[in-house]
């Protein structure tokens, strides 16, 4: 399976939870503590995006180990970012191992990961891959399963869809085609942020002004959260206060709130 973190809110450096923290994604790439049967080592490439100054995503990908790359610190370093997306790849036998398959996926307005497995694949959820135009299709990163769910929830979110309404949703139809996948989703734009907990560790916190979602947690920093099998994360910043709130909230029941930070 895979790692991947994100956060939400005043613009900050991702070097210190993507290098820096003691338990950064970097060394999670190599000595992960929960992968719950999912695999060792991430050594299947990486990428780092977050949203520029002109408001639109940069991209860092490649298809190599993360702690291989020496350049990484140093163009990160200087990085400001209100959103930002990382993760490291293990990928699924079969699929491809190169930097196209690595996340985050990317548009003018979303950043996208996905840390799990479609059960199945590709013949598993064929029926709903039918249901996109056959342009996005030839245009898909890579044949992979998760290149797929981010061509599903792009559509959505491009046809005006919730953005939670729309994770939700695809998390739903994808464990309903495919049962016992693993569905570990991450959506970022600009003001929101949107994490799943579907067979995946996934834990949350405070990071001063803003919001860290992570598969593990970073640091020894207290106010770490671990996010219940079956709820998703949904971070917000205030177009009024320019604060950032977070709420945790199921997708097994009827959505409802459950706690609010």
């Given at each position: 399976m895979c790692r991947h973190l994100a956060y939400l809110g005043p613009s900050v450096s991702p070097a210190e939870p993507v290098s820096h923290?003691?338990?950064s994604?970097?060394?999670q790439s190599y000595a992960p503590k929960d992968m719950r049967g999912g695999g060792t080592v991430n050594?299947?490439?990486f990428g780092v995006g977050w949203f520029a100054e002109d408001g639109y995503p940069t991209r860092y990908r490649r298809s190599g180990p993360i702690w291989t790359d020496a350049a990484l610190d140093r163009l990160l370093q200087p990085v400001r970012a209100?959103?930002?997306?990382?993760?490291v790849r293990s990928a699924t036998v079969g699929m491809p191992v190169s930097e196209s398959a690595c996340a985050p996926f990317a548009d003018d307005d979303w950043l996208f990961s996905h840390n799990g497995v479609v059960l199945g694949w590709p013949e598993s959820v064929a029926g709903l891959a039918a249901d996109v135009p056959v342009v996005d299709l030839l245009r898909l990163d890579a044949p992979t399963d998760s290149a797929l769910l981010w061509a599903l929830l792009r559509r959505a979110l491009r046809g005006g869809a919730d953005p939670?309404?729309?994770?939700?949703?695809l998390v739903r139809t994808v464990a309903a085609a495919a049962p016992g996948s693993r569905l570990n989703l991450l959506l970022v734009g600009r003001t929101v942020l949107v994490a799943t907990a579907w067979s995946?560790?996934?834990s949350v916190r405070r990071h001063g002004d803003g919001v860290l979602v992570a598969s593990e947690p970073c640091d020894d920093e207290p106010g770490?959260?671990?996010v219940a099998e079956g709820d998703l994360v949904v971070a917000r910043v205030s177009e009024n206060s320019r604060a950032t709130t977070y709420e945790i909230e199921s997708m097994v029941e009827p959505l409802g709130e459950r706690s609010r930070v």
């Open positions: 923290a003691p338990h994604l970097t060394v050594a299947d490439g209100g959103a930002f997306l990382a993760a939670v309404a729309a994770v939700t949703g995946h560790a996934l770490w959260q671990p």
